[in-house]
T-cell receptor, first 112, second 112 residues
Framework: DVKVTQSSRYLVKRTGEKVFLECVQD?????MFWYRQDPGLGLRLIYF???????EKGDIPEGYSVSREKKERFSLILESASTNQTSMYLC???????????FGPGTRLLVL | GENVEQHPSTLSVQEGDSAVIKCTYS??????FPWYKQELGKGPQLIID?????GEKKDQRIAVTLNKTAKHFSLHITETQPEDSAVYFC???????????FGRGTSLIVHP
C-alpha cells in the first residue's frame, strides 16, 4: 500500500515563527501536492511538484513556499506564520500518468 | 481554469436509505473524475473514479455516473450504513496533468 506520512499531526506556533511541514511518500511517485483544508472551502491547492527541485504554484500560494530536494520528500514552509494560516494541511502524492491521489493524515496547525 | 460545484454540502439519511451527491464541472477537457471519502481524523481516500469514456461505474454499494454533455457526475451509495458517515469530495482533472480541482465536500451523516 502507498503510504504518505506527515511529520506532525498537531502543531502550535506563534505569529511570525517560521514553520516547516514535511511530507514523505514511499511509492516513488513523481507528483506531490500540498493542500489546505478549511470548513466549507474544501481542499485548496497551495503548491505542487512534478519532479525533484520542480514546483508550481497552486491556487493559494501566498505566504507559503515549498522545497523538494528528494523525490520522496516535499516540504511546506510558512516563512512568517500568521493567524489566518491556522488550518488543516494535507499532503498528497500521485503517479504522473494516473490521477489517483494518496493523502497523508494531515497536520492541524494552530497559529497563536 | 476548472470549476467544480458540489451539492449538497450536508446530507442526512437513515441507515438503509440511498444517498446521492452531485457535482458539475466547467472544463469540457476534463476527463478524469475521482471521488474521495474522508473519515474523521484521516486524509481523503479514493473510493471510486470514472474516466470520460465511461458513463457509469459500480463497485458494490457505490456507483458513479457521468454525463459529459451536461458536465455533471454523481456518486450513488445504496443501502447506507453508519460507517458511510464521512465527508465526500468529488474532483475533476484534464488531460495528462492530473492536477485535480476539488468540490467543496459533502458531509454525509447516516443515522442508525
Amino acid at each position: 500500500d502507498v503510504k504518505v506520512t506527515q511529520s506532525s499531526r498537531y502543531l502550535v506556533k506563534r505569529t511570525g515563527e517560521k514553520v516547516f511541514l514535511e511530507c514523505v511518500q514511499d511509492m516513488d511517485h513523481e507528483n506531490m501536492f500540498w493542500y489546505r483544508q478549511d470548513p466549507g472551502l474544501g481542499l485548496r491547492l497551495i503548491y505542487f511538484s512534478y519532479d525533484v527541485k520542480m514546483k508550481e504554484k497552486g491556487d493559494i500560494p501566498e505566504g507559503y513556499s515549498v522545497s523538494r530536494e528528494k523525490k520522496e520528500r516535499f516540504s511546506l514552509i510558512l516563512e512568517s506564520a500568521s493567524t489566518n494560516q491556522t488550518s488543516m494541511y494535507l499532503c498528497a502524492s500521485s503517479l504522473a500518468s494516473i490521477g489517483t491521489q494518496y493523502f497523508g493524515p494531515g497536520t492541524r496547525l494552530l497559529v497563536l | 481554469g476548472e470549476n467544480v460545484e458540489q451539492h449538497p454540502s450536508t446530507l442526512s439519511v437513515q441507515e438503509g436509505d440511498s444517498a446521492v451527491i452531485k457535482c458539475t464541472y466547467s472544463d469540457s477537457a476534463s476527463n478524469y473524475f475521482p471521488w474521495y471519502k474522508q473519515e474523521l481524523g484521516k486524509g481523503p481516500q479514493l473510493i471510486i473514479d470514472i474516466r470520460s469514456n465511461v458513463g457509469e461505474k459500480k463497485d458494490q454499494r457505490i456507483a458513479v455516473t457521468l454525463n459529459k454533455t451536461a458536465k455533471h457526475f454523481s456518486l450513488h451509495i445504496t443501502e447506507t450504513q453508519p460507517e458511510d458517515s464521512a465527508v465526500y469530495f468529488c474532483a475533476a482533472s484534464a488531460g495528462g496533468s492530473y492536477i485535480p480541482t476539488f468540490g467543496r465536500g459533502t458531509s454525509l451523516i447516516v443515522h442508525p
